[in-house]
């Protein structure tokens, strides 16, 4: 059974980090790419960042250029996501999710997702 959990959410001050955790079960991580996505009540999945099995191609959106980082450490079946310079906007659940092959921009075709850990990012 694969399980995908996501941690290190919180609440942080405008200008402060989180480095956010994804941890997989079930699945050998070598094999998949990890996206991040966050959702705001209303609003539709935001694609934050990917990065692909061998950790060598790198994603991201716009918006979080320069302050977030994505990482992975296979042998630990762990991805993570360091989160700088956090702003109100920010402020989401994040979701880790997982499939074979190459990133994508289409959401719907991840095949594992996690149950979300929320960041509000607020003074």
């Known amino acids: 059974q694969v399980q995908l959990v996501e941690s290190g959410g919180g609440l942080v001050q405008p200008g402060g980090s989180l480095k956010l955790s994804c941890a997989a079960s079930?699945?050998?991580?070598?094999?998949?790419?990890i996206t991040w996505v966050r959702q705001t009540p209303g609003k539709e999945r935001e694609g934050v960042s990917c990065?692909?099995?061998?950790?060598?191609?790198?994603d991201y959106t716009v918006s979080v250029k320069g302050r977030f980082s994505i990482s992975r450490d296979n042998a630990k079946n762990t991805v993570y996501l360091q989160m700088n310079s956090l702003k109100p906007e920010d402020t989401a659940v994040y979701y880790c999710?997982?499939?074979?092959?190459?990133?994508?921009?289409?959401?719907?075709?991840?095949?594992?997702w996690g149950q979300g850990t929320q960041v509000t990012v607020s003074s």
């Open positions: 999710a997982a499939r074979p092959g190459v990133c994508s921009g289409h959401l719907g075709v991840y095949d594992y």
């Open positions: 079930g699945l050998r991580m070598n094999d998949y790419v």
């Open positions: 990065i692909s099995t061998t950790g060598f191609s790198i």
